[in-house]
């Protein structure tokens, strides 16, 4: 798992969190990208997949696809990463539902947020971001 890379994308210090969710299950391609899984109630879950080009996060995908197999597989992605929108849709996902960003109102000036939304091809979660 890429820390660098990570922080790059979410524009935080999800290392903790990170560290768990590789614990579960994990694929990475050293010096390009990471992805996790786990299960979920309705579906096996692919997320988060932090990846430096649409190739490896197809490979990435391919990897948790074939593990998962006989399941039902959601992934949460950005709509502002093209690569991603493109990549899922490839591999047969179609929308369900809308992502939404939250703020604080009543925030003075907060600073801006450092993410590089190009890198996630898929979310943790609604819960993790």
């Known amino acids: ?76 992605i950005l709509p502002a990463n093209l690569a991603a929108v493109a990549t899922a849709r490839e591999f047969g996902f179609a929308p369900s539902r809308r992502l939404s960003r939250m703020f604080v109102s009543g925030v003075d000036a907060p600073p801006p947020l450092r993410n590089n939304d190009a890198l996630v091809f898929a979310a943790a979660g609604f819960e993790y971001g």
């Open 1 to 76: 798992m890429d820390g660098k890379l990570d922080r790059e994308a979410f524009g935080a210090d999800r290392s903790r969190l990170l560290s768990i969710l590789a614990g579960i299950e994990s694929v990475s391609i050293p010096g390009t990208g990471f992805a996790m899984g786990r299960g979920g109630a309705c579906a096996a879950y692919f997320g988060p997949c932090v990846a430096g080009s649409a190739e490896a996060a197809r490979q990435m995908l391919a990897w948790y696809l074939e593990k998962h197999a006989a399941e039902n597989v959601y992934c949460d």
